[in-house]
């Protein structure tokens, strides 16, 4: 096999405008020059890839399926120099992503769409868990990077960096007593069951005495739809369309709820990569578009 790249790619340019001279114009050669390297090319093959008798440069049949074979094998070329261009401009071959499972859909779902674009040769793992999960995904070298919300704080082998908010609220089952009353105070939620995340070494603010617990919101967002208590939920959680017609949102001015803290995790001493570093800044600016 003594044929180069050089040569099928003249041979498919002058298949496809139809003429040697048309394809030497377009490839800034001599036509004497396209139409020896196609013989070459035909000689190596052991076939004919156009019949010379007409005007036009027509492929024969053998020309037709070997035009195929010929255009993938430039289209991979052009793949492999198009990665290692961007690998050695610093971008990665892999990335592996740990995400919350509660973070807002919209938002990681547009941002995934934008990676395989930004990125086409990108290979992309994505792992999903509760925010403790994703952070121990960092801590075993599962993922590089991960997207959680802010439960308190993380082991001193992480490096942090909070990318955003989402709104949260206080929410009820549809036909809880607390829905005949708005707005409601902190002695109205007192008189019934809180539902509360659990984190370890966190301390939840605790505004009843009755309390469960959880490591996932979604769980709790279950509970509170089959009327087991009150919880402080992210918006975009509440909405989701499994629990949007059996959870309330109580207005309580009292707790003045702030914007719950969405951070990034990466292993200490570990350098962010231009890709990761492209991830963060684009997920900050689709949570600020967020609904939720």
């Not at 037709?64 to 120099?81: F, G, S």
């Not at 995400?99 to 992309?124: C, G, H, N, Q």
């Not at 509440?238 to 803290?261: G, I, K, M, T, V």
Request: net charge negative; proline share 3%.
């Amino acid at each position: 096999m003594r044929w180069t790249l050089d040569q099928l790619q003249q041979f498919a340019m002058t298949a496809e405008l139809g003429s040697f001279s048309a394809a030497a114009r377009h490839l800034g050669k001599a036509q004497s020059a396209v139409s020896t390297a196609i013989g070459l090319l035909e000689a190596d093959l052991g076939v004919e890839l156009f019949d010379r008798s007409r005007r036009q440069a027509q492929l024969t049949d053998a020309g037709q399926l070997l035009l195929m074979e010929a255009q993938e094998l430039l289209r991979q070329a052009r793949a492999l120099d198009l990665r290692a261009r961007s690998l050695s401009e610093g971008g990665d071959a892999r990335l592996s992503l740990a995400l919350d499972e509660a973070l807002p859909y919209t938002a990681v779902s547009t941002l995934i769409r934008e990676i395989a674009k930004t990125f086409p040769d990108l290979e992309l793992t994505l792992l999903n868990g509760t925010a403790a999960e994703v952070a121990d995904y960092v801590a075993l070298q599962r993922a590089q990077v991960a997207f959680h919300f802010d439960r308190g704080p993380v082991d001193a082998g992480f490096e942090q960096r909070c990318v955003g908010g989402v709104e949260q609220g206080v929410f009820v089952a549809s036909g809880h007593p607390l829905t005949a009353k708005q707005p409601v105070s902190r002695k109205d939620l007192l008189r019934h069951r809180q539902l509360l995340m659990h984190a370890d070494d966190v301390d939840e603010t605790a505004y009843s005495p009755k309390v469960w617990r959880s490591d996932s919101f979604y769980s709790i967002a279950e509970l509170v739809a089959h009327d087991l208590g009150w919880a402080i939920l992210p918006i975009n959680v509440a909405n989701d369309e499994s629990y949007r017609q059996q959870l309330h949102q109580l207005s309580c001015p009292a707790l003045a709820l702030p914007r719950l803290s969405v951070r990034m995790l990466w292993l200490q001493g570990m350098s962010l990569s231009k890709t990761a570093q492209w991830v963060e800044t684009r997920f900050g600016q689709l949570l600020l578009q967020s609904p939720g």
